[in-house]
């Protein structure tokens, strides 16, 4: 019989967990081992006979540690990451510990509860529709998914085609137009839907990775039939984002109820929580759906996606579910969210946003978005005023860099090795990518903990490694 050690198990775990938390800022933000000295270390045959939990969850707390990244130091800049919030993660693990299947209200009423009206804050912090749908999924991956699949039947719909009876096969074509600098999960979710990756016509993007809206009206000049409109809150490299009210117009001037415009604003659309940032997301509020992520700007831990859906109707369409062994569902105002996520197993991944929304209420959710994006700011800034360093992209709270090679030889190349080195020193981990041709290196903004002190770290760390760098690059 297995034995009840929920105080010994919890306990280990809580002392583990406060020795992580407590020791980010002291410790080197990248991971001391790779992936192959990982799997050495916690390799091994299959136990034939188990230890006690309380040793399992020491062991655990005593392996992992060497292979982790120090997400939630407030010197980590790689990706769109943001640190969970003490409240979030709390609210996590009772989450874990009620163990409720969230999928329908009636036989989960507490979780179910609580994530409508976490849905109905982000509705309100983020001024969309409030009658718009909100379905918590794992993150912008399943959020664009969604939002696309109830697009995708939604413009059919416009076409007397059923796609939840009939499939795709006979369908009228979906015509899909997306910026020449989507984030690569729209392509996915195309593949995901029958769609077709490679399908999307692509609309040129300006210089800070903007779709322009001339270029989309010129596209929808040429379409006929149902079109699904993807645009971006949050350039994942400069952070820029999509004169929103202008493709707005050019997808109402279409005048057709089978054309569909969908935000992908996994991060940047948490700017229109804030006053001072609200404006660059102006007409945001137009759009069909949007996608975005809890886990990055509200700092919940992972998985939190929201896909949200101004036309609830045909959200519920694509992803709604019934069986005779499940619950009918009750009072329509009472939402199941097995109705709008394409789960019917699922956590309660909505409880850690009340949680956060609550602790931070609207000033606080605008102060942390403000505080980033000064944070960025003081980043482009003394990185700008560098000798050697450009600025290539900055907007909200990303920003991209680049170091030039003081002889002329490789910029690119003398890029990488700044990277190389920053992130093995470890004072801070920004990421590396390619943007409009030119290697750079990205500076995402998106910690709670991220004070001045962590910038001007992270500012000295690349600034040594741009003067070690250059004194031994290759003639």
Known sequence: MLEADYDGCLAAAAGAALEWLDGLDRRPVGPAVDAAGMLAAVAGPLPERGDGAVVVVRELAALAPPGLMATGSGRFHGWVIGGALPVAIAADWLVSAWDQNSAMAEPFPATTMIEQVAGDWVLELLDLPRSASVGFVTGGQAANTVCLAAARNGVLAAHGWDVERDGLQGAPRVHVVAGAERHDTIDVALRALGLGGRTARVAAA????RMEPRALEAIL????????????????????????????????????????????????????AAPRRRALLAGAERAHSWATDAHKWLNTPYDCGMA????????????????????????????????????????????????????LGREGVAELVERCCAMADRYAARLGAAPG?????????????????????????????????????????????????????????????????????????????????????PG
């Open 308 to 359: 949200i859906c101004a036309d609830a109707g045909a959200h519920r369409r694509a992803m709604g579910v019934r069986a005779a062994y499940l619950p009918e569902g009750g009072d329509a105002a009472l939402r199941d969210p097995v109705d709008v996520t394409p789960e019917l197993s699922r956590r309660a991944r909505g409880v850690p946003v009340w949680a956060a929304i609550r602790h």
């Open 389 to 473: 360093a450009e600025v290539l992209g900055r907007c909200l709270n990303q920003v991209v860099v680049r170091f030039r090679d003081p002889a002329g030889r490789d910029d690119d190349a003398h890029t990488r090795r700044v990277l190389a080195q920053v992130q093995r020193g470890g004072e801070c981990f920004p990421s590396g990518t390619v943007w409009r041709g030119a290697a750079g290196i990205r500076i995402s903004v998106c910690n709670w903990r991220t004070d001045a002190a962590d910038v001007d770290r992270g500012v000295a760390a690349m600034l040594a490694a741009h003067r070690a760098g250059a004194a031994v690059s």
């Open 221 to 272: 000049a040429r379409l006929e039939g149902p079109v699904i409109v993807c645009a971006q809150a949050g350039n994942v490299n400069g952070g820029g984002v999509d004169p929103l009210d202008e493709l707005a117009d050019a997808v109402d001037a279409r005048g057709r109820a089978d054309t569909w415009l969908h935000v992908d604003g996994a991060f940047g659309l948490w700017g229109r």
């Open 206 to 209: 300006d210089g800070a990775g």
